[in-house]
């Protein structure tokens, strides 16, 4: 089966450090760019950061940027997300999801995983 | 505020059809990124819906269909269906600040 599986949120206070996990089956993991979009709670979707297929490359949008770091294990068909200094900004639902397209500016989600509620709080 | 806009909300009734619009600019859907539209069921995972602008993902029904001119796009929705109802997201490329950028979603109502 295609699937996109999360694990790793919680609560975490103010400041603190949480490591997401994202682990991936039923297709060619190493073939893809794979990315985190997040979505705090009430809200819209918000795109968080990319990994290239062979980690080569990384992007991040600005509200995270310097904070968090992705990465992945290609022989374990697993993407992470290494989230610090965190805020009560940084609460959502943390999405796991796979990139599809040729160039940059024709990339689109083509399958998400259920999610993990991160919650920053003291 | 998103870089993309879309009305907050949009009714019809079964049956009827509705579109929902996103509006960008020469830094995302007028630069020629591509446009793409999600569906957010209440308590579950946003879906692919339309991707490139126009095409179906299969499994997708052809109630649903895209299209883009200029600066902005268009979700419409034919026929609507109770099940329809759910927030839908479009999402694009931003040259401007260099990522990948969602549109502020639409709540969808069926009446």
């Known amino acids: 089966e295609v699937q996109l599986v999360e694990s790793g949120g919680g609560l975490v206070q103010p400041g603190g450090s949480l490591r997401l996990s994202c682990a991936a089956s039923?297709?060619?993991?190493?073939?893809?760019?794979m990315s985190w979009v997040r979505q705090a709670p009430g809200k819209g979707l918000e795109w968080a950061s990319v990994?290239?297929?062979?980690?080569?490359?990384?992007f991040y949008a600005d509200s995270v940027k310097g904070r968090f770091t992705i990465s992945r294990d290609n022989s374990k068909n697993t993407l992470y997300l290494q989230m610090n200094s965190l805020g009560a900004d940084d609460t959502a639902v943390y999405y796991c999801?796979?990139?599809?397209?040729?160039?940059?500016?024709?990339?689109?989600?083509?399958?998400w995983g259920r999610g993990t509620l991160v919650t920053v709080s003291s | 505020q998103s870089v993309l806009t879309q009305p907050p909300s949009v009714s019809g009734a079964p049956g009827q059809t509705v579109t929902i619009s996103c509006t960008g600019s020469s830094s995302n859907i007028g630069a020629s990124s591509d446009v793409h539209w999600y569906q957010q069921l209440p308590g579950t995972a946003p879906r692919l819906l339309i991707y490139a602008n126009t095409n179906r993902p299969s499994g997708v029904p052809d109630r649903f269909s895209g299209s883009k001119s200029g600066t902005s796009a268009s979700l419409a929705i034919t026929g609507l269906q109770a099940e329809d109802e759910a927030d839908y997201y479009c999402q694009s490329y931003d040259n401007g600040v260099s990522g990948w950028v969602f549109g502020g979603g639409t709540k969808l109502t069926v009446l």
């Open positions: 039923g297709f060619t993991f190493s073939s893809y760019a």
């Open positions: 990994i290239i297929n062979n980690g080569g490359d990384t």
């Open positions: 999801a796979k990139f599809r397209g040729v160039m940059m500016t024709e990339w689109y989600f083509d399958l």
